[in-house]
């Protein structure tokens, strides 16, 4: 099956709604339409710039999806801070981050909290991108199958099998992200592969063959090629490259 690449840039908790707007258009000035035949290319910015973004990639029409970096699971309420699914789908969000692993280390994310956000992302139509990895312990332990297969049932429990395939996971080494080390694409590539097998045994083979699985961690315009070439890899989060619109537009291009 031929699964489009994607590549998200997560920018975490930086750039205002103004530097916001710079940064896309300078990247939309990098990039041509072949680059979005080859790859769908998501920019997860924070809350407070998803309404002035939406605005402008509908004004501009750029072929830009947009992200969010976090939700919640309920429609509505008292839960001071948070942001419903349901919010997020009318500034015209197409994928949200979940699990990922500041979330999971800083605020006490678990895999059964993962699993709620998963269930009101796609209740709402849009896209989950279920991150899952091991920290530098638990790899040198051996254990990095037992974590990222732990992580992915949790997230993947009591979803149809179409559900299963509409997901996206993204393996993400917790020892590689914004530290400049990055796993080996041969590395990441069997981890990947595993976790194809993963929702294959979950959803169904065709499930396994839909879901599209990304790498993270320190990805940059050097080393994207690498995993890009392997089979189970389909594209990339990339944190600290998307800040920067020439290094984003480099990493998009890396085919070039
Ligand atoms: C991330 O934020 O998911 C990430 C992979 O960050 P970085 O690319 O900076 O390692």
């Known amino acids: 099956m031929d699964r489009k690449s994607l590549i998200i840039g997560n920018w975490k908790m ?25 790859a769908d290319v998501v920019i997860a910015p924070p809350f407070t710039c998803l309404r002035t973004l939406q605005t402008l990639i509908l004004a501009d029409r750029m ?4 992200g969010a970096q976090h939700v919640h ?13 349901g919010m997020l789908v009318k500034l015209d969000v197409g994928y949200v981050i979940v ?24 209740s709402a139509g849009m896209t989950p991108v279920v991150c899952v990895g091991e920290t530098v312990s638990q790899r040198e332990s051996g254990e990095t199958e037992m974590v990222v297969t732990t992580q992915l049932r ?6 149809t099998a179409q559900q299963r395939a509409d997901v996206v996971v993204a393996y993400e080494p917790v020892w590689a992200i914004g530290t400049g080390r990055h796993a080996s694409a041969d590395d990441a590539g069997e981890v990947c592969e595993l976790l194809r097998n993963t929702v294959a045994a979950m959803g169904g ?46 990493v998009i291009r890396y085919w070039m």
């Not at 699971?73 to 699914?85: C, I, K, N, P, R």
């Open 73 to 85: 699971w309920e429609q509505d309420g008292a839960f001071t801070g948070e942001v419903s699914a």
């Open 14 to 38: 930086n750039l205002t709604h103004l530097e916001a707007i710079a940064v896309t258009q300078r990247l939309w000035y990098r990039l041509n339409p072949a680059d979005f035949d080859r």
């Open 205 to 250: 083979p065709d499930a396994g063959e839909a879901v599209r699985i990304l790498y993270g961690g320190s990805v940059n315009p050097g080393n994207i090629a690498g995993f890009m070439a392997k089979t189970h890899i389909d594209g990339a989060l990339v944190g600290g490259a998307s800040l920067d619109p020439d290094t984003f537009a480099a």
């Open 63 to 66: 072929p830009f999806a947009l």
């Open 154 to 159: 949790g997230a993947l429990r009591r979803l």
């Open 99 to 122: 699990g990922h692993s500041e979330r999971r280390a800083m605020f006490g994310e678990a895999d059964e909290l993962v699993r709620k956000r998963v269930r009101s992302v796609l």
